[in-house]
């Protein structure tokens, strides 16, 4: 059982670490940042510190 614990922790955490990042750029293209989870819940989205992102 406590292997079964250990192999879903790490499935966990190399399925957050390598496919749910990102990389947005606004429209005027001066202006970027990075997110971890999804574009919506990152801090700079969050502020409206980019403006709106390019397509």
Do not use: F
Not at 14 to 42: V, W
């Amino acid at each position: 059982m406590n292997r079964i614990v250990k192999l879903t922790v790490l499935a966990v955490a190399l399925s957050t670490l390598t496919a749910c990042t990102g990389h947005i750029e606004n429209k005027q293209k001066n202006c970027s940042y990075d997110y971890l989870l999804h574009p919506a819940i990152s801090i700079s989205k969050i502020i409206g510190g980019c403006g709106p992102a390019a397509e």
